[in-house]
């Protein structure tokens, strides 16, 4: 039996892919969290074997979780479940040793084969991605529907991303939007992650092809 734990901040979904999981023979849903907080509270004594983790909680970065998850559990084997299909935001993440990359809008076929092959100890990236340290996989594959942009980005990153277009720098964004200019810095490198490109111009032209430019 493959016990899972699964958090994910959208309740919605989380509730059911736990309910579709749950139905499975051989899976057994041990718990679920909403954020990065309620995961490392308890994730030193879970019982599981898997933990299936949303790329983009509210409260926690992405980073900061693995590296809290591998000093307390390093051997715990990790899939991430996203929309994102950035090459240069996988790579971001693989080497904090995660078994698996999976895409929200898989079948329930592929997300069950990745499940046992993570348990039976391989590793499992969805077929669209493609991971390896050559430059050519660092290409821009991030292909996102307009429905799904307000899940993948924040109203701040939005808010900063819109400014970016209009050719404000980070000292203007900070001073209109009332932040530090870190904190837009930071802003601005979560954005070339997540979207997948690998600079300000790359993030002009995603918010041109997606009308995010008023």
Request: hydrophobic letters at 40%; one cysteine or more; proline letters at 1%.
């Given at each position: 039996?493959?016990?899972?734990?699964?958090?994910?901040?959208?309740e919605i979904?989380?509730?059911?892919?736990?309910?579709?999981?749950?139905?499975?023979?051989d899976?057994?849903?041990?718990?679920?969290?909403?954020t990065?907080?309620?995961?490392?509270?308890?994730?030193?004594?879970?019982?599981?074997?898997i933990?299936?983790?949303?790329?983009?909680l509210?409260?926690l970065?992405?980073?900061?979780?693995?590296?809290?998850?591998?000093?307390?559990?390093?051997?715990?084997?990790?899939?991430?479940?996203?929309?994102?299909r950035?090459t240069?935001?996988?790579?971001?993440?693989?080497?904090?040793?995660?078994?698996?990359y999976?895409?929200?809008?898989?079948s329930?076929?592929?997300?069950?084969?990745?499940?046992?092959?993570?348990?039976?100890?391989?590793s499992?990236?969805?077929?669209?991605?493609?991971?390896?340290?050559?430059?050519?996989d660092?290409?821009?594959?991030?292909t996102?529907?307009?429905?799904q942009i307000?899940?993948?980005?924040?109203?701040?990153?939005?808010?900063?991303?819109?400014l970016?277009?209009?050719?404000?720098?980070?000292?203007?964004?900070?001073?209109?939007?009332?932040?530090?200019v870190?904190?837009?810095?930071?802003?601005?490198?979560?954005?070339?992650?997540?979207?997948?490109?690998?600079?300000?111009v790359?993030?002009?032209k995603?918010?041109?092809r997606?009308?995010?430019t008023?």
């Amino acid at each position: 039996m493959i016990r899972v734990f699964i958090t994910d901040d959208h309740e919605i979904y989380l509730e059911g892919l736990a309910l579709l999981l749950s139905k499975q023979a051989d899976i057994t849903v041990v718990g679920t969290s909403t954020t990065g907080k309620q995961l490392l509270d308890q994730v030193a004594t879970l019982q599981i074997d898997i933990l299936l983790l949303d790329v983009s909680l509210p409260d926690l970065d992405e980073e900061e979780i693995l590296k809290q998850i591998r000093a307390a559990r390093p051997e715990l084997r990790v899939i991430y479940l996203t929309l994102l299909r950035g090459t240069r935001y996988v790579h971001k993440l693989t080497k904090y040793n995660i078994q698996g990359y999976v895409l929200k809008n898989t079948s329930l076929d592929e997300l069950m084969e990745c499940l046992r092959t993570v348990y039976d100890g391989g590793s499992y990236f969805s077929k669209d991605i493609h991971i390896g340290d050559k430059e050519e996989d660092f290409r821009n594959t991030i292909t996102i529907e307009d429905k799904q942009i307000d899940e993948i980005l924040s109203r701040r990153e939005l808010e900063v991303l819109k400014l970016i277009c209009k050719e404000y720098s980070n000292a203007e964004i900070a001073e209109k939007l009332f932040l530090s200019v870190s904190t837009v810095e930071t802003h601005r490198k979560n954005l070339i992650a997540k979207l997948g490109v690998n600079n300000t111009v790359g993030l002009v032209k995603f918010a041109l092809r997606n009308n995010l430019t008023d």
